[in-house]
């Protein structure tokens, strides 16, 4: 069973600034990373699959980077609809488990 | 539009059975694999199990296999999700989402509340 560790757990940052998110396979996943986002009260949303590649009507300023079993997801000029929770997930192999998220929050 | 409604929110007692549903609308409902996830009150999401609505195939992660069953009618474009016997840590929002090779959960549904209390 792969295990995803996402790192840090909060990341306090300020509008307009940028955050790097870190997703840590615990063996190699084929870039089969995706992240999301969720918000209070709502369903998560696809933001990033393939590890790099942004859904549909996801914004340019959040980018996806990673292989093997290092990701990252980086959120340039953080606007005030960012701040949320955002988890990773693997569907390179069953299960197909979540990281335990990191939240973004205002600084 | 392409979307997975779900059932409204229950409550119920410990030892009581429960069914809720995912209802696809928008596109053809065999086409991807329908995925069950849980998320317990202020925690993260956890991977329940998932099933082909063409064959019904399922799986359900160690952890749960035990104590939920996972189901579709394809007829009527319907997921179900469904406990025998609930406990008081079921208590969770469970979320349906519409998984597809090589892209993730792409739609999920807007989840159902399930409170196990006496």
């Known amino acids: 069973e792969i295990v995803l560790t996402q790192s840090p757990a909060t990341l306090s940052v300020s509008p307009g600034e940028r955050a790097t998110l870190s997703c840590r396979a615990s063996?190699?996943?084929?870039?089969?990373l995706a992240w999301y986002q969720q918000k209070p009260g709502q369903a998560p949303r696809l933001l990033v699959y393939?590890?790099?590649t942004r859904a549909t009507g996801i914004p340019a300023r959040f980018s996806g980077r990673g292989s093997g079993t290092e990701f990252t997801l980086t959120i340039s000029n953080l606007q005030s609809e960012d701040f949320a929770i955002y988890y990773c997930?693997?569907?390179?192999?069953?299960?197909?488990?979540f990281g335990q998220g990191t939240k973004v929050e205002i600084k | 539009e392409v979307q997975l409604v779900q059932s409204g929110a229950a409550v119920k007692k410990p030892g009581e059975s429960l069914k809720i549903s995912c209802k696809g609308s928008?596109?053809?409902?065999?086409?991807?694999?329908i995925a069950w996830v849980r998320q317990m009150p202020g925690k993260g999401l956890e991977w329940v199990g998932i099933?082909?609505?063409?064959?019904?195939?399922?799986r359900v992660i160690p952890s749960f296999q035990s104590h939920v069953s996972i189901s579709v009618d394809k007829s009527i474009s319907t997921a179900f999700l469904q406990w025998r016997s609930l406990e008081a840590s079921d208590t969770a929002i469970y979320f349906c989402?519409?998984?597809?090779?090589?892209?993730?959960?792409?739609?999920w549904g807007q989840g159902t509340m399930v409170t196990v209390s006496s």
């Open positions: 063996e190699g996943i084929n870039n089969n």
């Open positions: 393939g590890a790099s």
């Open positions: 989402a519409r998984r597809e090779v090589h892209y993730g959960l792409v739609v």
């Open positions: 997930q693997q569907y390179n192999s069953w299960a197909e488990a």
């Open positions: 928008g596109y053809s409902f065999t086409s991807h694999w």
């Open positions: 099933i082909d609505p063409v064959d019904s195939d399922s």
